[in-house]
């Protein structure tokens, strides 16, 4: 044969020591991805829900909110576990504070005031109109 016993049973063994590798050098490889996987997912996520549970226990009278349900509605009221918000005019619906998901701004507007000012634009523009094609 081509290969010598005695070389193939060094090769074997060479193979077995590297496969098996230093304990402390596993060890050292595990506790590199524990940090690694603790400062880019744990401790962010961990912020994120602490920031969640300020904004949800500072939600007060008149502020604007949106649920875990989707609903957007004004806080009429507030007690230290629920609210009663006002969702439309007149409805009013009582919600537990865990389930706010954020607060809007004065910025964002609702579909409802979206749909108010596209009919005034619309009755503005033919308003235009008619006093253009009167003569």
């Known amino acids: 044969m081509l290969i010598n016993p005695a070389f193939a049973q060094e090769a074997a063994g060479a193979a077995q020591q590297v496969a098996a590798g ?19 997912l744990i401790r962010p996520q961990q912020k994120k829900m602490k920031e ?11 502020d604007t909110i949106v649920t875990s349900g989707g609903l957007v509605g004004k ?3 507030s007690n230290a576990d629920d609210l009663l918000v006002e969702i439309a005019d007149g409805v ?4 537990v504070r865990d389930r706010v998901l954020g607060r809007r701004s004065q910025s964002d507007r609702t579909f ?6 596209n009919d005034n634009a619309k009755k503005g523009s ?4 008619d ?3 009167k003569k």
């Open 75 to 77: 806080v009429i009221r």
């Open 112 to 117: 409802a005031e979206e749909e108010s000012v």
């Open 22 to 40: 230093d304990p402390l050098r596993v060890l050292f490889q595990f506790l590199v991805i524990f940090v690694v996987f603790y400062f880019f």
């Open 92 to 95: 009013r619906v009582v919600v």
């Open 131 to 133: 006093v253009l094609t």
């Open 126 to 129: 033919e308003g235009l109109k």
């Open 52 to 62: 969640h549970q300020m904004m949800q226990s500072n939600v007060a009278r008149g």
